[in-house]
C-alpha cells in the first residue's frame, strides 16, 4: 500500500514526519495522514516524493512492498487480511466446542456408563447429556457469529 511505502521509505531514510513535510512543502498533518492511510498525496505530491525517495512514481503506487532493510522492491500479491482477536477468539471457542463434543462422543463410546451417570447427576429436566451437547454446540455458535460478526 501506498501508505506503508511512504512510512517505510520515510523511516530507511532517517526523516521525521516534519522534516520530511519540509522537502516537500506540505505539512507534517498530510505526511501523517498519507502514512495512516486517511488520504493519498496528489500527482505534484507524489513526484516530489518519488524524487526525494529517489523511486519512480510507479515503484510507490504498485503493489509492491518495500523492504526496510535493503530497500528492495518485490512484487506481492494482494495481502490476506489480518485476522482480528474478535474472529480469533470465535475460532477457539469453535474448536473448544467441537473438541468437547468429540471427547463427550468418545467417551460414551468407550464407557458407556459415563453418559449415564452424567444423566442421572442433573438436576434439570434436560438429561446431563442433552446440557453437554447444548452447552458444546452452544460455544461453537458463539465462536461462529463472533468469526462472522462485521465491525
Not at 23 to 47: C, F, M, N, T, Y
Amino acid at each position: 500500500m501506498l501508505s506503508e511505502k511512504i512510512y517505510t521509505l520515510r523511516r530507511k531514510q532517517g526523516l521525521s514526519q516534519e522534516q520530511l513535510a519540509e522537502k516537500i512543502g506540505v505539512s507534517r498533518q498530510a505526511i501523517s495522514k498519507w502514512e495512516g492511510g486517511l488520504s493519498v498525496p496528489e500527482l505534484d505530491r507524489l513526484k516530489a516524493l518519488s524524487e526525494c525517495f529517489q523511486v519512480t512514481i510507479d515503484e510507490l503506487t504498485e503493489n509492491r512492498t518495500v523492504s526496510a532493510s535493503d530497500g528492495a522492491m518485490t512484487e506481492k500479491e494482494n495481502p490476506a487480511p489480518i485476522k482480528t482477536e474478535e474472529s480469533r477468539a470465535g475460532i477457539c471457542l469453535c474448536l473448544t466446542g467441537a473438541v468437547c463434543l468429540i471427547l463427550f462422543g468418545l467417551a460414551t463410546v468407550i464407557y458407556p456408563p459415563a453418559a449415564g451417570r452424567l444423566n442421572e447427576s442433573s438436576m434439570i429436566t434436560l438429561n446431563g447429556t442433552g446440557i453437554l451437547v447444548a452447552l458444546s454446540v452452544l460455544l461453537m455458535l458463539w465462536g461462529v457469529i463472533l468469526i462472522l460478526r462485521k465491525k
